[in-house]
């Protein structure tokens, strides 16, 4: 039972905040009312009351709480290390081994923490409990009951998801719900093979929707460096195909992202209908024609299924080498393979990273290509933004008073705003609309990762949600990288079909 040390922690409701210090996280929670014997309240009564008791009630001025918690955490920790006192032994079982684990533990604080457990002592005959638990949770079973007796637990990435299906399966709901934060937290954390994935199909399993969409989320803004990982090539089928759907992928390029998607065939070898799907769901038209014209010839997996796309090519080279007016006069432009994600190469984009961004107001130029069309790949558009860490407006900003002189302006209440507006019009811009999207980078456990991505209505000139939840005055701010702020702005072109009028 002694706590590891290279171990982090943190703390759930009722006892402070995270504490992170290593790969390890402590949880700490409340225990829970339960049905107990007046025996076992007696005999564990020494080991409370050495403790003096924090109430959460009002206390009269000048009053002193006097807390020995940590104390009462050492007395239990003790108590369970000991056995003193044992009333119930529990036998913990390895399914389809002959491992087996015996644990002296306290029928109080067994059903002070679980229901189930107080289900499982009222129905027994004897002084023993088994247990039968698959390898995985008989290996963190000593750690999940120290957890019960002491309120809190080191956490390791490869063990979380064991400690769950145990406090998921003992109703141990503060572990869980602790548990859950933990993993919503730690997705960008260094592991030898990666944990997001795996952390992703045991949240469809259990049908937790919040941390399934949050490790979705990740694997989409961060997506450039999960297709550089080992655990891409543990991706689903199924997560595979819908992460393939989404606009809001966050990468170099659609080659990349081809590239990527051969090298897990060709790991993975799906079946057929799997691998069409995949790759029609490609945005070839996002893809230069000389690159195009490369893969053709030389992705084996390409030549191999390509009757499979060749519609698909054949519409994406259509695509380069006429104007987007000409085109949307014989084809759906909204289609997906028109459509760009999110794309960071220097085409589309420009980083953009505003150091003490609470100082004043700045501004930035950058060009991008009018359009991925390869028609268009020549021409340029000029783009400028301005960051503004406390806009006002009108009805707050400095006024003239009569004799002429200036009010001060009020700073309270203002809030970042950023604009990107194109630098001159062109008629180049007919039937093209600009999407206009600020990806917002953070750090977490050392890596920098995508925080937030704000996106423009396609007929606006800022995005009305910007930082509206940050404190960029805090130096500690998560929105923050060492003071400053790191923004990356991505244009997308995005074409329109024509309107035809009926004769």
Same mark, same amino acid.
């Given at each position: 039972c002694a706590r590891e040390r290279p171990a982090s922690y943190i703390k759930s409701p009722g006892q402070g905040a995270g504490q992170h210090t290593g790969q390890h996280t402590f949880l700490h929670t409340h225990t829970t009312k339960a049905n107990v014997s007046e025996k076992w309240t007696s005999h564990l009564f020494y080991f409370f009351s050495t403790a003096a008791l924090k109430h959460d009630v009002a206390l009269d001025s000048g009053a002193t709480v006097l807390n020995h918690t940590m104390n009462l955490v050492h007395r239990m920790e003790t108590l369970l290390a000991m056995g003193n006192g044992s009333d119930v032994t529990l036998r913990v079982e390895t399914i389809n081994t002959d491992e087996v684990k015996v644990i002296l533990a306290h029928s109080l604080v067994l059903t002070l923490q679980s229901d189930v457990f107080e289900e499982l002592l009222l129905s027994r005959n004897s002084s023993s409990v088994v247990l039968r638990e698959t390898p995985d949770c008989a290996a963190v079973f000593e750690k999940f009951v120290r957890y019960l007796y002491c309120g809190d637990i080191s956490v390791r990435l490869d063990q979380v998801i064991s400690l769950h299906k145990l406090a998921s399966k003992y109703h141990v709901w503060?572990?869980?719900?602790g548990l859950t934060q933990y993993m919503t937290q730690h997705l960008s954390s260094d592991s030898p093979t990666g944990h997001v994935v795996g952390w992703?199909?045991?949240a469809l399993q259990i049908g937790d929707i919040t941390l399934r969409d949050s490790c979705l989320q990740y694997l989409s803004w961060n997506l450039s460096s999960v297709l550089q990982s080992r655990e891409w090539g543990s991706i689903s089928e199924d997560l595979l195909l819908s992460l393939l759907q989404r606009s809001d992928l966050i990468l170099q390029s659609e080659l990349e992202l081809y590239e990527a998607l051969e090298g897990w065939i060709n790991q993975n070898q799906p079946v057929r209908i799997t691998v069409e799907s995949a790759l029609r769901a490609v945005r070839y038209g996002m893809i230069p024609p000389q690159h195009l014209f490369r893969l053709q010839k030389q992705s084996p997996l390409m030549v191999k299924y390509y009757e499979s796309i060749r519609d698909l090519l054949y519409l994406a080279f259509q695509f380069h080498s006429a104007s987007p007016i000409q085109l949307a006069k014989y084809f759906d432009v909204n289609c997906s393979i028109f459509t760009p994600r999110n794309y960071l190469s220097s085409a589309w984009g420009s980083p953009w990273i505003i150091n003490n961004p609470t100082r004043d107001d700045r501004s930035f130029s950058f060009q991008t290509q009018l359009g991925p069309s390869g028609h268009d790949s020549s021409k340029r558009v000029t783009w400028n933004a301005?960051?503004?860490?406390?806009?006002? $407006? *009108?009805?707050?900003?400095?006024?003239?008073?009569?004799?002429?002189a200036m009010q001060p302006t009020r700073t309270e209440g203002g809030r970042p705003?950023?604009?990107?507006?194109?630098?001159?019009?062109?008629?180049?811009?007919?039937?093209?609309?600009?999407q206009k999207t600020v990806i917002v980078m953070t750090k977490q456990q050392g890596k920098v990762v995508v925080k937030h991505v704000y996106n423009f209505h396609q007929s606006t000139e800022e995005a009305g949600d910007f930082l509206v939840d940050a404190d960029l005055q805090r130096r500690a701010s998560e929105y923050l990288i060492d003071s400053s702020l790191y923004l990356?702005?991505?244009?997308? $072109? *995005?074409y329109h079909t024509l309107l035809v009028a009926k004769k």
């Open positions: 503060g572990l869980q719900q992703y199909n045991y301005l960051f503004s860490p406390r806009w006002l $407006p *009108l009805s707050a900003r400095s006024t003239y008073t009569e004799l002429g705003r950023i604009i990107v507006t194109p630098a001159t019009s062109s008629p180049d811009f007919a039937g093209v609309s600009f990356h702005i991505v244009i997308k $072109p *995005l």
